[in-house]
Nanobody, 124 residues
Framework: HVQLVESGGGLVQAGGSLRLSCAAS????????VGWFRQAPGKEREFVAA????????YYADSVKGRFTISRDNAKNTVYLQMNSLKPEDTAVYYC?????????????????WGQGTQVTVSS
């Protein structure tokens, strides 16, 4: 039974930082791409960032480029999302997802496993 568990969300003021973690129970974790997505109330789930299995390639949505950094520690089966210079529009539930080889890293259906999400709220 595969599990992805996000943690690290919370309430922060605009300009602040948070680091999200995604711990996975995948046996071959290092062979999976991992993506972060977010969903605000009344909006569709949107791509935030993704990282290849060995961490050599990273991908970001334009809206977070330069502010967010995705990384992974395969020895710990964990992916991180460091979020700096947070804005109120970053408020959403953040999900991590894993897929063996997504053709499009920003495409929700390309990911096989999803976490339950963690709330991030940025106050102005």
């Amino acid at each position: 039974h595969v599990q992805l568990v996000e943690s690290g969300g919370g309430l922060v003021q605009a300009g602040g930082s948070l680091r999200l973690s995604c711990a996975a129970s995948l046996r071959t974790f290092s062979s999976y791409f991992v993506g972060w997505f977010r969903q605000a109330p009344g909006k569709e789930r949107e791509f935030v960032a993704a990282i290849s299995g060995n961490g050599g390639s990273t991908y970001y949505a334009d809206s977070v480029k330069g502010r967010f950094t995705i990384s992974r520690d395969n020895a710990k089966n964990t992916v991180y999302l460091q979020m700096n210079s947070l804005k109120p529009e970053d408020t959403a539930v953040y999900y991590c997802a894993a897929g063996p080889r997504p053709l499009r890293v920003d495409y929700v259906p390309e990911y096989d496993y999803w976490g339950q999400g963690t709330q991030v709220t940025v106050s102005s």
